[in-house]
């Protein structure tokens, strides 16, 4: 069964995470309420290390994705289901796909960077590894990214095994543009993007079929109308990628990679 769960979170959950410096272990408080202790290292691997574990249902069956949103920043319902869409598209999971939303005050900062964004996954995630169930986070976060340029404002990156974060705040300011495409396509295509990453994509974890990884951009596509070209991470870019508010989606040759590596 397919379903989204919605949660308020409040502040004290925020707050609820302390590190075990004796054994690496952390201390969270559930969704119940419960304080319990994890090993979270399974889930602070590189970015493409769970590619099979996402696509296959070898070791888990179940995908949960656990997405916290800034107050006033929260995803549109048309783009939780074009996503849900697309990991069943993808993805192995019989067992089925959760997605919960969780609200959070504005950490008050106005660039983050990526060791920022980590410690706050670290403060806020509840949601790890257990048994037949892979835990993902996603963060919808205010502010700009520390990396951005004159000529590139980076949207969303992937940057742990089961971790990403999608500047929203940034994607309103392009979709209010005149002529943009909807905050749901922008919002959709680099949500799908960064998840193309968590998936190994490319050459990050899923192998490579043929010759079709763009070195000069990393771990993208060469081909322009692909769901993975470079040019989906950058708002600047994603102006002038996307035509007639169509959502790119993966190419046949990253497609054949997916496949190969066990996903759909």
């Given at each position: 069964m397919?379903?989204?769960?919605?949660?308020?979170?409040l502040?004290l959950?925020?707050?609820s995470c302390?590190?075990?410096?004796?054994?690496?272990d952390?201390?969270i408080?559930?969704?119940?309420?419960?304080?319990?202790?994890?090993?979270?290292?399974?889930?602070?691997?590189?970015?493409g290390?769970?590619a099979?574990?996402?696509?296959?249902?070898?070791?888990f069956?179940?995908i949960?994705?656990?997405?916290?949103y800034?107050?006033?920043?929260?995803?549109?319902?048309?783009?939780?289901?074009?996503?849900?869409?697309?990991?069943i598209a993808?993805?192995?999971?019989?067992g089925g796909?959760?997605?919960?939303?969780k609200?959070?005050?504005?950490?008050?900062?106005?660039?983050?960077t990526?060791?920022?964004?980590?410690?706050?996954?670290?403060g806020?995630r509840?949601?790890?590894?257990?048994?037949n169930k892979?835990?993902?986070?996603?963060?919808y976060i205010?502010?700009e990214?520390s990396?951005?340029?004159?000529?590139?404002?980076v949207?969303g990156?992937?940057?742990r095994?089961?971790?990403f974060?999608?500047?929203?705040?940034?994607?309103?300011?392009?979709s209010?543009?005149?002529?943009?495409?909807?905050?749901t396509?922008?919002?959709?295509?680099?949500?799908?993007?960064?998840f193309?990453?968590l998936?190994?994509?490319?050459?990050a974890g899923?192998?490579?079929?043929?010759?079709?990884?763009?070195?000069?951009?990393g771990?993208?596509?060469?081909?322009?109308?692909?769901?993975?070209?470079?040019?989906?991470?950058?708002?600047?870019?994603?102006?002038?990628?996307?035509s007639?508010?169509?959502?790119?989606?993966?190419?046949?040759?990253?497609?054949?990679?997916?496949?190969?590596?066990?996903?759909?």
């Amino acid at each position: 069964m397919y379903f989204h769960k919605i949660y308020i979170l409040l502040l004290l959950l925020i707050l609820s995470c302390s590190k075990d410096k004796m054994n690496g272990d952390i201390t969270i408080i559930d969704d119940q309420g419960e304080m319990v202790t994890i090993d979270p290292s399974a889930n602070r691997k590189s970015v493409g290390d769970s590619a099979s574990d996402l696509l296959t249902e070898l070791n888990f069956d179940i995908i949960h994705l656990e997405i916290f949103y800034v107050k006033g920043l929260q995803p549109t319902a048309a783009t939780i289901q074009n996503f849900e869409d697309f990991l069943i598209a993808r993805l192995h999971k019989s067992g089925g796909i959760e997605i919960e939303l969780k609200e959070i005050e504005s950490p008050g900062q106005a660039v983050y960077t990526i060791a920022d964004i980590r410690n706050l996954e670290d403060g806020l995630r509840t949601a790890y590894n257990s048994e037949n169930k892979i835990a993902v986070f996603g963060l919808y976060i205010d502010g700009e990214y520390s990396e951005n340029t004159d000529n590139g404002s980076v949207l969303g990156v992937a940057y742990r095994n089961t971790s990403f974060v999608i500047f929203e705040e940034t994607i309103k300011n392009f979709s209010g543009q005149p002529l943009a495409p909807s905050t749901t396509v922008l919002e959709t295509t680099v949500l799908n993007h960064e998840f193309g990453h968590l998936m190994g994509m490319v050459n990050a974890g899923t192998p490579l079929q043929s010759d079709h990884q763009d070195t000069a951009h990393g771990r993208h596509c060469t081909s322009e109308n692909c769901l993975m070209y470079w040019t989906a991470e950058t708002g600047e870019g994603l102006l002038n990628m996307i035509s007639g508010g169509t959502i790119p989606t993966f190419d046949d040759l990253c497609l054949e990679d997916l496949k190969a590596n066990g996903g759909k």
